[in-house]
């Protein structure tokens, strides 16, 4: 019988830059000492939480990946329970080694040991990988997160209103100068012959 060479524990504040590393794509845009305390604060608020983990894999004794773990319902709307692996990383040099199964069976037993029924997690949209493992692993499409910055929805919700509505008022101005024109038009002696 082989010996796994991956094992998993809690996140440790010494993880901090890695786990900022691993995560990089995924953490908000700031300079690197921003995400650094807002991952030391991460790891401190997780170890501080019954309803959250922060999970790191190592191989062979070397940080592999990671995964947080969060109870949260559903949705705001569905009450249910439900375990969210959020980000579940691992770096490049490390895939294919059981190190995103072992993730996700962190994610599974966390469930398991609170009683919730569900786990689900999110892949980004153009990782085909990650999203055929996630599909391996019976978690199917529930929901498509979209995201973009508010100025640019307040833009496009701008350009797609209707031109009566528009906050120049030039159209609904000349449907008005256009209804006045007609409304004399009827009252003149040529309006009247036409008739």
Known sequence: MTRSLVALRGAMPSDAPLLTELWTEVLRRADPEE?????????????????????VA?????????VHLRITTMT???LELV????????????????????????AVSFAEEHGIGHVATAASAGSRDA?????????G?????????????????????????RANGR??????????????NQGSPLGDARG
């Open 35 to 55: 995400q650094l305390a807002d991952m030391v604060a991460i790891i401190e608020s997780a170890a501080a939480s019954g309803d959250e983990r922060l999970v």
């Open 58 to 66: 190592e191989y062979d004794g070397e940080v592999a990946g990671a």
């Open 76 to 78: 705001p709307l569905n």
């Open 83 to 106: 375990v969210l692996a959020v980000s579940p990383h691992v770096f490049p040099q490390y895939r294919r080694h059981g190190v995103g199964r072992a993730l996700m069976d962190s």
């Open 131 to 139: 999203n055929r493992f996630m599909a391996r692993l019976s978690l």
């Open 141 to 165: 499409p529930q929901a498509v997160l979209r995201v973009a910055t508010t100025h640019a929805v307040r833009s496009k919700l701008t350009a797609q209103r209707p031109s009566v509505q």
């Open 171 to 184: 159209q609904l101005t000349q449907v008005l100068a256009a209804r006045r024109s007609m409304r004399r």
